[in-house]
């Protein structure tokens, strides 16, 4: 029935578009402008400075990061080992407990949920949590760090929890009645009806994974193990860093380190990490954006 | 099955199969967050890396007293509070402006939009730190073409923290704006379509239904919202700092905040006493704001409450 006041006069529709066209290119055109630098030519953008349309055109830059890139490659296969390892565990983990708190007949549960979301009142901070890692844990430059800290997420196991709570409780009985274990109610019967949840919420681990800079930048200062979002960090605040450190030929052999792309290859490296998350996201959007709102509302 | 499941009829528990579930998020947590709280003494120490948290000696409340005397504590807890109270109004109006003009236009446009919209959410700060050098970057960035197009001299914008006051706020909305945004049209198309049906029977127009139902039925949603949001006031966003703002220390009059300041005392100026006192006073500060605005949330909309 909304269809009856969606009628309107062409000109405000139009006036309407206009904005929201205007908003859209604000999001994504400094995107547009990254895209254009790393498919310059660096002589160009060293004489002309960086421009909104290409004036050249070159792979030079791409070509340059995919043939000489241990690097990349490496700080790929971690970023791509802790996003995979850490979602799926961190999703598992999360919906068992999120579980168990929908449990109201479950007498610990009630203190169980505090546990868990207590974090979300009062935190230790910075300090404690790094001495602790680093001093008690001894968990510097190790790959777990990166994993661990992110497994139980309060706001994400709170929207499981929202949406285990609406599952009828008869159905949980009546497994019960068939002699069912809670482990086997949990695998057979929650599981499988939480689906849409689960998408959502193992996306959203799945993003915070990829997306983290934060653990390893506190963490990690071993080379072999620093992820795509702290390597690219260390790019943008010391411009040498990518000719010396990324490009550094693995024959041993001296490469003529002014010759080499400069921004064009920062703005590609850029890109490269960027790519799958900017390729993949608007097929899952359905699902993060049903996280954001049920999250946020109901949180 | 073992002796702790009962299975009697009054109560249908398996409760190992429960702990079972349980446990490992509740090691993880036990382990992350509540193991690391002795260390919050280290605000009271002259914390000494060689002798550790417990043989350090006790400084009482000298941290505390060094960072309220200087104007660290005073300039760090301003630069916070008048940054969050900047973005929660910026963000909200503007979200709530764009949910509106998404509520005019067809679910197949407002897809679109909102696809676009959304992407800057998706991209962490170091990446947007990239698209920022693109725009800001000294002698070839894009808006120092511009200048020099029109004949203007170009801006060092990562030395000038003037210019920041401006491009803080654009950057977080830029990133947040599409979020916000999507939960407002949701509560928009949510609303019953009756309350408009009448309105137009009674002759209103697209503006004074907008003003006069939508607005009014999201206050609800907008209290919660910003409630959320005042809760976090003495937290921010330590991406837009510091990745975006590339850690220029130019700029710190601007950007430096409780969380870039506890960061770098800890890990740059070697004081982790110093950055231990300033953390433990935002978390403070911060558990009584969130309980707070939690108790006034529950007031609005009950369904809202955590704790």
């Not at chain 1, 995919?66 to 979602?87: A, D, H, K, P």
């Not at chain 1, 949980?172 to 274990?181: K, L």
């Not at chain 2, 601007?254 to 978390?283: C, E, F, K, N, W």
């Amino acid at each position: 029935m909304k269809r009856l006041y969606k009628k309107q006069n062409f000109g405000s529709l139009g006036i309407i578009h206009f904005t929201l066209i205007l908003l859209a290119l604000v999001c994504i055109l400094p995107l547009l402008f990254v895209i254009s630098i790393s498919f310059s030519e660096e002589s160009d953008l060293i004489k002309n400075g960086y421009s909104i349309f290409p004036r050249t055109f070159s792979l030079a830059a791409y070509k340059m990061i995919l043939e000489n890139s241990e690097q990349l490659v490496r700080s790929y296969l971690v970023s791509i080992f802790i996003s995979v390892v850490g979602s799926i565990s961190a999703l598992t983990i999360s919906s068992m407990i999120a579980y168990v708190m929908t449990r109201k007949d479950f007498k610990a549960s009630r203190m169980i949920t505090f546990l868990i979301f207590f974090p979300m009142l009062f935190q230790a901070g910075l300090v404690p949590f790094y001495i602790y890692v680093v001093k008690f844990l001894r968990l510097k430059n190790t790959l777990a760090i990166l994993i661990i800290p992110y497994l139980v997420t309060p706001w994400l196991v709170l929207l499981l929890k929202g949406y285990m709570s609406q599952i009828p409780k008869s159905i949980i009985e009546s497994s019960w009645m068939e002699g069912a274990s809670e482990l086997t109610i949990f695998i057979r019967v929650i599981v499988p009806m939480s689906k849409s949840a689960l998408a959502t919420v193992g996306l959203f681990y799945l993003l915070q994974y990829w997306n983290d800079w934060w653990l390893s930048l506190l963490f990690i200062s071993d080379d072999s193990m620093q992820p795509l979002q702290l390597l690219l960090q260390r790019i943008l605040s010391n411009a040498e860093f990518l000719r010396s450190s990324l490009f550094q030929s693995a024959s041993g052999v001296a490469v003529d380190i002014s010759k080499l792309p400069g921004d064009t290859a920062r703005m590609a490296t850029a890109l490269l990490v960027a790519g799958p998350i900017l390729i993949v996201f608007p097929f899952f959007q359905r699902y993060l954006v049903r996280g954001i709102t049920v999250g946020s509302i109901k949180g | 099955m073992s002796f702790l499941a009962t299975k009697r009829k009054d109560s249908l528990i398996d409760r190992r199969g429960l702990w079972l579930l349980a446990i490992p998020a509740l090691v993880i947590t036990i382990l992350m967050q509540y193991m690391p709280l002795p260390g919050l003494i280290i605000a009271f120490k002259n914390y000494n890396y060689g002798l550790g948290m417990w043989k350090s000696t006790w400084s009482g409340f000298s941290n505390f007293k060094y960072l309220f005397s200087t104007d660290i504590a005073a300039r760090i807890t301003f630069n916070t509070i008048s940054w969050n109270l900047i973005f929660i109004v910026l963000t909200h109006t503007v979200a709530i402006s764009v949910a509106l003009l998404l509520n005019e236009v067809s679910r197949k446009a407002v897809k679109f939009y909102q696809t676009i919209y959304f992407f800057p959410f998706f991209l962490s700060w170091v990446i947007a730190a990239y698209l920022g050098l693109a725009l800001f970057n000294g002698d070839k960035g894009i808006l120092n073409s511009i200048l020099n197009t029109l004949g203007r001299e170009g801006i060092i914008w990562y030395a000038k923290p003037e210019v920041w006051k401006g491009i803080l706020p654009i950057a977080h909305l830029w990133k947040q704006f599409g979020y916000v945004a999507v939960i407002y049209y949701t509560a928009l198309i949510g609303l019953n379509p009756q309350l408009y049906e009448a309105a137009m029977l009674e002759g209103a127009n697209r503006w004074q239904m907008a003003y006069r139902i939508s607005v009014p039925q999201l206050k609800q949603l907008v209290v919660i919202l910003v409630m959320m949001d005042i809760g976090r006031i003495f937290r921010s966003d330590f991406g837009l700092f510091y990745q975006f703002t590339r850690n220029s220390s130019m700029l710190y009059p601007v950007t430096d905040v409780i969380d870039t300041y506890v960061y770098r005392a800890l890990l740059t100026l070697g004081d982790p006493g110093m950055a231990a006192a300033a953390g433990l006073y935002q978390s403070l500060v911060a558990l009584v704001l969130v309980l707070v605005t939690n108790k006034i949330v529950t007031k609005v909309d009950s369904e809202s409450r955590v704790f």
